[in-house]
Nanobody, 122 residues
């Protein structure tokens, strides 16, 4: 069975940091583009970040540039999202997704995790 499992979410104060993990089982993340998405209550899902498997390029939504960093640890078959300087508007369920293509697509990812809750509040 092919699965992605997110972890690392929780409650943090504004300005704090969290590190989300996306661990794969049943397939090797090396050959996939991996994206992070989030969905807040009453809002549409939005792309946050992505890392390509073709040249290692990374992409970030304007709202998180300079604050979030995506990275891979191929030995652990895991992708991370380091989130710094968190804001209340970052509150959402965060999902990771894998795509068999070499680049980061806008949609149509093949595999999705179950999500992890991130709450930023004082």
């Amino acid at each position: 069975q092919l699965q992605l499992v997110e972890s690392g979410g929780g409650l943090v104060q504004p300005g704090g940091s969290l590190r989300l993990s996306c661990a794969a089982s049943g397939f090797t993340l090396d050959y996939y583009a991996i994206g992070w998405f989030r969905q807040a209550p009453g809002k549409e899902r939005e792309g946050v970040s992505c890392t390509s498997n073709s040249d290692g390029s990374t992409y970030y939504a304007d709202s998180v540039k300079g604050r979030f960093t995506i990275s891979r640890d191929n030995a652990k078959n895991t992708v991370y999202l380091q989130m710094n300087s968190l804001k209340p508007e970052d509150t959402a369920v965060y999902y990771c997704a894998a795509d068999t293509g070499s680049s980061c697509p806008d949609e149509g990812y093949d595999y999705w995790g179950q999500g992890t809750q991130v709450t930023v509040s004082s």
